[in-house]
């Protein structure tokens, strides 16, 4: 077959989007809530669909081969009756209240997920979003399924620049299964082992998100936050332990998902909120980490490649990057379901055309705009600004971050995933208290405990970090523990338990538009190549796409500055 085909993929539930591949490249990929400007957005992704082919120049009718992920029991009755999954957005985003019928319907949903896919469940899916492809112009074209699992390992697989590694996938649950085990060798996945639906870890810290009164699918992180202000509980004294066990290449929970929620809901009543987070978030590092180290023993590699939203968790991560087992470990960056459309699109493409590998230094797949386009969203604002030179620029810059500012930034092709790693970020000095303070209470507006992250060149990771072991990390993907001697200088980024989550840059990674540039500055100046990068948007809301989108954000925050391409505006 030729490498010269085009293959869209598409996702159509939670962290909806789309995908665009040709030939072992990537060309475009976007979650629908960029453009929606719905955070983790649900339904069929037409205006990204829509986006990747005019960024593209294509008519929908030149795209003839289409993946979409996942097709069991309960995303295809969502495919018919897309009602159901936008209402239970609504209650789980607390944008709308519950019913006297939420709490069986919630019974429902995850009795329902269990249900695998079947021979009719498939040809219902197809004919569902081929209907919606071709309302969009899209004709004589093939449209496959991909299984929700595959979709992730093969993301992982296929960018992790392994020639062999064990490629594990653990979610809440996608096709009746809440994890797999895979060989992945010479470019060919083998699936050795699954976890079924009911053995889910992800569904487990679900419910606990959701009991402490958090947005399940969403705010997992502010759990994880939480746990480390815990006084901790002994493990011989905590019972979520003894809910799971690792046993070869799976995992058996004691319990469903309906009695783990009533035996978490009686535990809460019996601890603060941080003991229980902390209780959660420690069988999940045991869990997770115990069943990894099990994998790669039994496989027989030392190389790990993980997707799914539990690798989400970046003290999990950390513990599996240090195992003794793993000698090398790579986090998918869109690990959650919000990747779902790119391996699809990888998944079709290594069926018809033998690709089994990409090159895969950056995230950078989304949209970008002209200098013309953002004067023109600049002038429409009426918002005073100064053009600035490249070579002007970082220095500009690293003169306000160095004297408290906080400023936004906007370079380039946005990013593709959950972080913000130089292209739509929020900026300012990593060791200050005071601007970590007002980022938190002013300008996102979040809660106090969750901390920031900074980004940092591969040689002040290599000087403040005990656990850099040489492997770059430009995803924001794991966690680090900061030097004693450094926690004072970076107060702004770390967290209480002295770890932090950086996007480390090599001298050969690529960085959006100067923004290697500052760092690069900010170092000469202070002896550290390192800046607090949060993602450029307002707390539930999701990153900024567009110029209009930032110039909005800047006058909603009052930020001090905005650089904007060349332009620096001043608040």
């Known amino acids: 077959m030729s490498q010269d085909e085009y293959i869209l993929g598409i996702w159509d539930g939670h962290d909806s989007g789309a995908a665009m591949v040709r030939?072992?490249?990537?060309?475009?990929a976007i979650n629908e809530e960029r453009l929606s400007r719905r955070k983790l957005e649900v339904?069929?992704?037409?205006?990204?669909?829509?986006?990747?082919?005019?960024?593209?120049?294509?008519?929908?009718?030149?795209?003839?081969?289409?993946?979409?992920?996942?097709?069991?029991?309960?995303?295809?009755?969502?495919?018919?009756?897309?009602?159901?999954?936008?209402?239970?957005?609504?209650?789980?985003?607390?944008?709308?209240?519950?019913?006297?019928?939420?709490?069986?319907?919630?019974?429902?949903?995850?009795?329902?997920?269990?249900?695998?896919?079947?021979?009719?469940?498939?040809?219902?899916?197809?004919?569902?979003?081929?209907?919606?492809?071709?309302?969009?112009?899209?004709?004589?074209?093939?449209?496959?399924?991909?299984?929700?699992?595959?979709?992730?390992?093969?993301a992982a697989a296929a960018c992790s620049g392994f020639d062999e590694?064990?490629?594990?996938?653990?979610?809440?649950?996608?096709?009746?299964?809440?994890?797999?085990?895979?060989?992945?060798?010479?470019?060919?996945?083998?699936?050795?082992?699954?976890?079924?639906?009911?053995?889910?870890?992800?569904?487990?810290?679900?419910?606990?998100?959701?009991?402490?009164?958090?947005?399940?699918?969403?705010?997992?992180?502010?759990?994880?936050?939480?746990?480390?202000?815990?006084?901790?509980?002994?493990?011989?004294?905590?019972?979520?332990l003894s809910w799971f066990q690792v046993d070869g290449l799976t995992v058996h929970a004691r319990y469903?998902?309906?009695?783990?929620?009533?035996?978490?809901?009686?535990?809460?009543?019996?601890?603060?909120?941080?003991?229980?987070?902390?209780?959660?978030?420690?069988?999940l590092e045991v869990k997770a980490v115990e069943f990894v180290r099990k994998v790669v023993k039994d496989l027989g590699v030392r190389r790990v490649a993980l997707a799914g939203g539990i690798f989400a968790n970046i003290l999990v991560n950390r513990l599996i990057r240090l195992s003794p087992e793993v000698e090398s470990c790579f986090v998918f960056p869109h690990m959650g379901d919000g990747g779902?459309?790119?391996?699809?699109?990888?998944?079709?493409?290594?069926?018809?055309?033998?690709?089994?590998?990409?090159?895969?230094?950056?995230?950078?797949?989304?949209?970008?705009?002209?200098?013309?386009?953002?004067?023109?969203?600049?002038?429409?604002?009426?918002?005073?600004?100064?053009?600035?030179?490249?070579?002007?620029?970082?220095?500009?810059?690293?003169?306000?971050?160095?004297?408290?500012?906080?400023?936004?930034?906007?370079?380039?092709?946005?990013?593709?995933?959950?972080?913000?790693?130089?292209?739509?970020?929020?900026?300012?000095?990593?060791?200050?208290?005071?601007?970590k303070d007002e980022l938190n209470l002013r300008l996102k507006r979040r809660v106090w405990y969750q901390p920031f992250c900074p980004s940092m060149l591969e040689s002040a990771a290599a000087e403040i970090f005990e656990d850099f072991r040489g492997q770059l990390d430009p995803f924001m993907t794991n966690a680090y523990k900061v030097k004693e001697a450094y926690r004072d200088r970076l107060r702004g980024v770390i967290h209480i338990d002295g770890t932090c989550r950086p996007q480390i840059l090599g001298p050969a990674q690529p960085a959006p538009h100067l923004y290697r540039e500052l760092l690069e500055e900010v170092g000469r100046r202070t002896g550290l190549a390192v800046i607090l990068n949060t993602s450029f948007n307002l707390h539930g809301e999701p990153l900024v796409c567009s110029p209009a989108d930032s110039l909005r954000t800047f006058r909603e925050t009052r930020a001090d500055y905005l650089v904007l391409g060349n332009t620096l505006a001043h608040g």
Request: charged share 25%.
């Open 43 to 154: 339904g069929f992704p037409k205006r990204s669909i829509e986006l990747i082919l005019r960024r593209l120049d294509l008519s929908p009718a030149s795209v003839k081969h289409v993946a979409v992920s996942t097709f069991d029991f309960a995303k295809t009755l969502t495919r018919l009756f897309p009602s159901m999954k936008e209402e239970y957005y609504l209650i789980r985003r607390r944008k709308k209240r519950p019913g006297v019928l939420t709490s069986l319907k919630k019974r429902a949903k995850y009795t329902l997920t269990e249900w695998p896919p079947s021979g009719l469940t498939r040809r219902i899916t197809l004919r569902v979003v081929g209907r919606e492809l071709e309302r969009l112009g899209f004709r004589d074209f093939e449209l496959e399924t991909v299984d929700h699992h595959e979709c992730h390992a093969v």
């Open 165 to 240: 590694a064990a490629v594990i996938t653990i979610d809440g649950i996608g096709d009746a299964l809440s994890g797999t085990v895979n060989l992945w060798r010479r470019g060919q996945l083998e699936r050795r082992s699954t976890l079924s639906g009911r053995e889910s870890l992800g569904i487990f810290f679900e419910h606990v998100t959701n009991l402490l009164n958090m947005r399940e699918l969403e705010d997992e992180g502010k759990v994880m936050a939480l746990a480390t202000y815990a006084y901790p509980v002994p493990d011989e004294k905590n019972p979520m």
């Open 340 to 435: 779902l459309a790119l391996g699809a699109a990888m998944s079709l493409n290594a069926r018809r055309c033998g690709v089994t590998s990409y090159p895969f230094q950056d995230v950078f797949f989304g949209t970008d705009y002209t200098d013309e386009e953002m004067q023109a969203a600049l002038a429409e604002a009426g918002v005073p600004s100064e053009r600035v030179s490249d070579a002007e620029l970082p220095g500009r810059v690293a003169d306000l971050l160095l004297a408290g500012k906080i400023g936004l930034w906007f370079q380039g092709r946005m990013e593709y995933g959950p972080r913000a790693l130089g292209a739509r970020s929020i900026i300012a000095h990593p060791g200050s208290e005071k601007a």
């Open 256 to 283: 469903g998902a309906h009695e783990t929620y009533a035996r978490l809901r009686d535990l809460l009543w019996q601890y603060p909120s941080e003991q229980f987070a902390y209780m959660a978030q420690r069988t």
């Open 23 to 28: 030939g072992g490249q990537i060309l475009y």
